[in-house]
C-alpha cells in the first residue's frame, strides 16, 4: 500500500470521525430541545389549569389576594417567553417561582374548608396533582438529556466542536426545597 492511499484512508477516517462527533453534538442537543419540549407540553397544561384554580379560590380567599395576584402574572410573563432553545433557563427559572408560589396556594387552600370541600376545587387539585407527577416525569427525560448533552459540551473532543457550533450545555430542572421534604401522611388524614 503506498503512503498516498494511506494518506487518503487516514483523511477519510478522519472526516467521518469529525462528520461523528457534530452529529452526536447535533443528537444531543436535538434530544434537549425534545425533552424541554415535553415539559413544555406539560407546563402548559399546568398554566392552563392555573386560573381555574385561582377563579376557585377568589370566591373564598380573599385574605389571598396577593399571593393569586403573583401567581397570575408570573404565568402571564412566563406565556409570553416562545420556546426556544435560547429562552430554556428563563423559563425554568420563571417555572421555578410558578411552582413555589402554587405550593403556597396549596397550603392556604388548607386554611379555607370550604375552598378545600368544593367539588371543582378538588377536581381541579387532582388534575393539578396528576399534571405536575407528568412534569416530574418530563423533568426526568429533560435532565438525562441535559446531561449527556453537558458531557459532549465538556469533554474534549467535542467540547471543541461545541464551541465551534455555539452549542452549551442548559440547565438541569432541580426539585425545589418543598419537593425534597418528606410528604407527613397526617395531613391527608384529616
Known amino acids: 500500500m503506498s503512503s498516498e492511499s494511506i494518506l487518503i484512508i487516514a483523511g477519510v477516517v478522519f ?3 469529525i462528520y461523528s462527533i457534530y452529529t452526536s ?4 442537543r436535538n434530544k434537549t430541545l425534545e425533552a424541554f419540549s415535553a415539559i413544555d407540553v406539560q407546563l402548559k397544561k399546568r398554566y392552563d389549569l392555573i386560573p381555574n384554580i385561582l377563579t376557585i379560590a377568589q370566591k373564598y ?3 389571598e389576594r396577593g399571593l393569586l395576584e403573583e401567581v397570575t402574572k408570573l404565568r402571564t410573563q412566563i406565556m409570553e417567553i416562545p420556546s426556544s432553545y435560547e429562552n430554556i433557563d428563563r423559563k425554568i427559572a420563571l417555572d421555578s417561582q410558578i411552582a413555589q408560589k402554587m405550593g403556597q396556594l396549596m397550603v392556604a387552600v388548607e386554611n379555607y374548608p370550604q375552598v378545600k370541600a368544593d367539588q371543582t376545587m378538588i377536581t381541579a387539585m387532582q388534575t393539578y396533582n396528576e399534571v405536575e407527577e407528568h412534569i416530574a416525569a418530563a423533568r426526568r427525560f429533560y435532565n438525562s438529556a441535559a446531561n449527556e448533552l453537558k458531557n459532549a459540551v465538556e469533554i474534549f473532543p467535542s467540547s471543541f466542536f461545541a464551541r465551534m457550533l455555539n ?11 418543598r419537593e425534597r421534604q418528606a410528604v407527613n401522611a397526617a395531613n391527608f388524614l384529616k
Not at 25 to 28: D, F, H, M, N
Not at 167 to 177: G, R, S, T
Open 25 to 28: 453534538l447535533i443528537q444531543k
Open 61 to 63: 380567599m380573599e385574605h
Open 167 to 177: 452549542i452549551k450545555a442548559v440547565d438541569f430542572f432541580k426539585a425545589e426545597e
Open 15 to 17: 472526516i467521518f470521525w
